[in-house]
């Protein structure tokens, strides 16, 4: 081509940024309602007899089986395996690490606490993933973004149904196993939006769920030779799986590194609307006013945080 031609003139950066964000919102925000499902995995295993370590071994296996059979799938379509090299490796599988930890403190304090004060502990995340982006990036967030986390901190009071839990003789190794797995939590989302190799969806995706079996390991070494699978784990540690793993990744891949850490830990949020809808239709659990209310307040939270993404264009 002659130096001479002419260059094409490139969209604006700002309606790209701003479509590129709007998209990678709703990717979160579905990412994040797939972690609904757990909850209700979790109380199901518990009531068919099985522990916490092994439905989390289960939820671990079975992720890293569907990115697997989604890889070969891809493969069968021309697409290439990506040479990442030792560090990107290193860090995809450190992410993996950091999940299935998440899941690990999750799903025992699930087992020796209400489930309440469970998901209230765990939905810490909210503000804790601001903090995190504070410290990375040593600016203080978006008014909007603060506001919003602490509006889905106070609605999940009440969708969890915490304000109705005694708490007088709450587990204290429970309790601190929820704050240890909101920390976790913040963490990944923080790490899916800075580590992006040069790789497929599929190819990341394996990498992250092999490092997190890698970790179940250190909870049910046996997971795989005690004859759990053949006992009824199976079904659930699929759905487990797929919803607790295999989808979020995937979504949260694609939409974290397009934006701030504390927003992603925002519309993260939307797995506790999400996960009161599964239980009610699964587990006939009821919802009452006060529930349906704590819904609406974090769903107008996660609202606030958008307000960011538009911003006002007499400025641009």
Known sequence: MSQNAPKHKPFPTAAVDAGTRT??????????????????????????????AQIAAAQMWAGFALFAVFLLFNRTRGEKWGKLGCTNTLKLLGIGAVTCITSIFYTYAMSVLPVALALTLLFQFTWIGTVIQVIMTHRPPALSQVISAA???????????LYATDLSSCNPWGIAAGLLAAVSCASFLALSGLVQPKCSQAQRGLIVCGGAVVMSHFICPDFIVSGVL???????????????????????????????????????ASELPAGLFVAMIVLGSPIGAVEWLGVVIILFGICVSQLQLFPNRASQ
């Not at 901190?153 to 149904?161: I, K, N, R």
């Not at 540690?237 to 830990?265: D, E, N, Q, R, V």
């Open 23 to 52: 998209k990678a919102a709703i990717l979160v925000f579905f990412g994040g309602a797939c972690y609904g499902f757990n909850a209700t995995c979790y109380k199901l295993s518990y009531a068919w007899g099985f522990s916490s």
């Open 151 to 161: 509006v889905i901190v106070f609605g999940t009071v009440f969708a969890s149904g």
């Open 230 to 268: 053949l006992q009824g784990i199976a079904p659930l540690g699929l759905i487990a799986g797929a919803c607790g793993f295999f989808l979020p990744i995937l979504l949260l891949s694609m939409g974290a590194p397009h934006l701030p850490t504390g927003l992603t830990s925002v519309l993260a």
